[in-house]
């Protein structure tokens, strides 16, 4: 009877309760917001800062530091970074298709049958450093030497990288920095499965790599992944860097607040943005302006960014026309060249009892309280993991330059092929067998898809194909990973933690049979990038300066700038661009410029030439 009560009374709550158009709940008086937003926007801003995530809260802290500068930031999702789900790492179970999730989904990708894959992005403030998995890579050398681009090299970059970060292992100074705000870590659990892990791709020949970030030896090998931590907890870039800056007087940041479009005077120079309210079934626009030479600076992710552009007239004409959207400036690269890393998984189970986090996480079906008491009083336990933070980086072909193929390791089984979809219902189940998983992720992907608007109208989701699967090779890369996971997966050193193998499953032997598995279960690894690209030619939406071509003051700061993605999570990269970005605003004399010869560069430099190069 109680069950009955409670579950009618939750019907109830949710059969009064209105949602608005864009899926949010009314604001309850909109008068007084009203009110308070335009008096929070009531006189000039020297930067606008359209989208809250890594990017966008790096800049704010960046930009307002010396307190000449005026600075407005909306974030179109939520204000508490601070939630308790956020901040434990081992959260992560509950953010996905929550409240702090834009939930997005590709549609109908024609290379893995037809399907639409569920795509993960932050909406709150620090974006998705909120809600990912907190790895702290930045790729190799090459990949950004491969770029191409003036000013934007490894020896170039690699500054920048140590200016933001902490570094809490004590690794090499040389390619690591003291005193930042992004903190990197170990994490403070190490299960027994993934101690084993460890040893078994040493066993399985496999060179044990102490620093994936090291630049000075190649990326191969297996080992722990550092995380985006401090004492335990998520660092974020609402927790590094916009926290700091909350107070400052010249700092306005309005969260809710959806950025609907760019606004440009007759010689299409940025004046301002125009935003609405979330909640706000008026739509009531409200314009913030820009002080004369101030910059609009977009900082909305490789989704949310050009969906911006697009709204404001920036992107190809001929699709803007077909929307009604007058056209500002054809760069028909906007919304081009999406990447990602696609992934797939093998998965275990062990007849050893009770050794997986899952089951840690457990007590008779239930939350166990133990390891939420260890994280509150001690920050340590399983839920200072989010559980993929030990892998390999591995060339599937030998004869290549860099590793193709990152593999994550999870100690514990998958409830289904779909990786994604066991982070997502992990809160809904209340016990789990133990095992193992392998997750296959082809790092650097090759294949390339795009983001659309749907609509014209920036509260509706735009259409989003990621290609995966669209260049063979990367099909080619994620077969090899179920093989090599299968090998390591049946590995004698695992000796009493051995299991069966669940998926694929036994009956997936052949190529042609590997290749429908992972068309049928491919999921994302969160990395998406790349759709405001960075470059010298034609197709590039921004020059070496990030500022965007055919209109004026207005820059793009943040993944979608990246030309071609790296192997690695591309949150740290996020921070080293927004970090290079903050320095040539504040002087403009250290902005990359595109007649620069690039010339042959390598990064195997002593310590005091790198810091020669940040001054």
């Not at 004590?170 to 390619?175: H, I």
């Not at 020949?205 to 985006?228: H, I, K, L």
């Not at 479009?261 to 820009?290: C, M, R, S």
């Not at 998926?503 to 429908?516: K, L, T």
Request: charged content about 25%; hydrophobic content about 35%; overall charge negative.
């Amino acid at each position: 009877m109680v069950r009955f009560t409670v579950g009618f009374g939750i019907f109830l709550v949710h059969a009064v309760t209105a949602l608005t158009p864009d899926g949010h709940p009314p604001i309850k008086n909109l008068l007084k917001a009203h009110a308070t937003e335009s008096k929070a926007i009531n006189e000039p801003f020297d930067y606008i800062i359209a989208g809250g995530g890594l990017a966008g809260c790096l800049l704010a802290e960046r930009l307002t530091a010396d307190g000449s500068k005026k600075v407005l930031l909306l974030e179109a999702g939520r204000p508490d970074y601070d939630n308790l789900s956020i901040r434990i790492p081992g959260g992560i179970l509950r953010l996905f298709r929550s409240v702090y999730d834009w939930q997005y989904e590709s549609k109908g990708e024609k290379d893995c049958d037809g399907k639409n894959v569920f795509l993960q992005r932050g909406m709150v403030l620090g974006g998705s450093s909120s809600t990912n998995v907190l790895l702290h890579h930045r790729g190799s050398a090459d990949d950004y030497n491969s770029w191409g681009i003036p000013g934007w090299t490894a020896t170039d970059v690699l500054p920048f990288f140590k200016l933001s970060e902490n570094d809490d292992t004590g690794r090499d100074p040389a390619y690591h920095g003291k005193g930042g705000e992004w903190n990197m870590d170990d994490v403070r659990y190490q299960n027994p499965l993934s101690k084993r892990f460890l040893e078994v791709g040493v066993a399985e020949g496999m060179v044990y790599n102490d620093d994936f970030n090291n630049w000075s030896r190649p990326q191969d090998g297996v080992g722990r992944f550092q995380v985006s931590e401090k004492n335990g907890e998520r660092v974020s870039g609402a927790t590094a860097f916009l926290s700091k800056a909350l107070k400052r007087k010249n700092l306005v940041v309005r969260t809710e607040a959806l950025v609907n479009k760019i606004n440009f005077d007759e010689a299409k120079t940025a004046v301002g943005v125009t935003y609405d309210l979330k909640g706000d079934d008026t739509f009531k626009p409200f314009t913030a302006k820009l002080k004369a030479g101030g910059e609009v600076l977009v900082t909305g992710g490789a989704i949310g960014s050009p969906q911006i552009l697009m709204c404001s007239g920036i992107g190809p004409a001929d699709h803007l026309a077909d929307l009604g959207i007058p056209v500002v400036a054809d760069l028909p690269g906007v919304g081009e060249n999406l990447q990602d890393h696609p992934a797939a998984v093998v998965s275990y189970k062990t007849p050893k009892k009770g050794v997986s986090v899952t089951s840690k996480l457990r007590l008779f079906g239930k939350t166990n309280p133990l390891p939420v008491l260890q994280w509150l009083l001690f920050k340590s336990g399983p839920l200072t993991s989010t559980g993929c933070d030990h892998g390999a980086f591995v060339k599937t072909d030998e004869e290549s330059d860099q590793p193709d193929l990152q593999m994550r390791f999870l100690p514990a089984k998958a409830l289904m092929p779909d990786g994604m979809s066991t982070f997502t219902q992990f809160k809904y189940i209340g016990n789990f067998e133990d095992g193992y998983s392998f997750q296959s992720v082809a790092t650097r992907a090759k294949s390339r898809g795009s983001v659309r608007l749907a609509s014209s109208n920036a509260h509706v989701k735009p259409i989003i194909d990621t290609g995966y699967l669209s260049d063979p090779a990367d099909l080619t890369t994620l077969r090899e990973g179920i093989k090599l996971g299968r090998k390591l997966g049946k590995s004698p050193a695992w000796a009493e933690y051995l299991g069966e193998e669940v998926f694929p499953g036994p009956h997936v032997q052949s190529d042609a049979d590997i290749d429908a598995y992972i068309r049928s279960s491919l999921h994302t690894a969160n990395a998406l990038v790349g759709t405001c690209k960075m470059g010298l030619g034609e197709d590039a939406v921004v020059g070496p300066d990030l500022s965007v071509r055919g209109v004026t003051s207005v820059r793009v700061v943040d993944s979608s700038v990246i030309p071609n993605i790296m192997g690695g999570q591309t949150g740290t990269p996020t921070v080293m661009i927004a970090e290079r970005a903050a320095a040539f605003l504040q002087n403009p004399e250290l902005a990359p410029k595109e007649e620069r010869v690039i010339v042959d560069e390598t990064v195997y430099h002593q310590a005091e030439e790198v810091e020669a190069a940040a001054a």
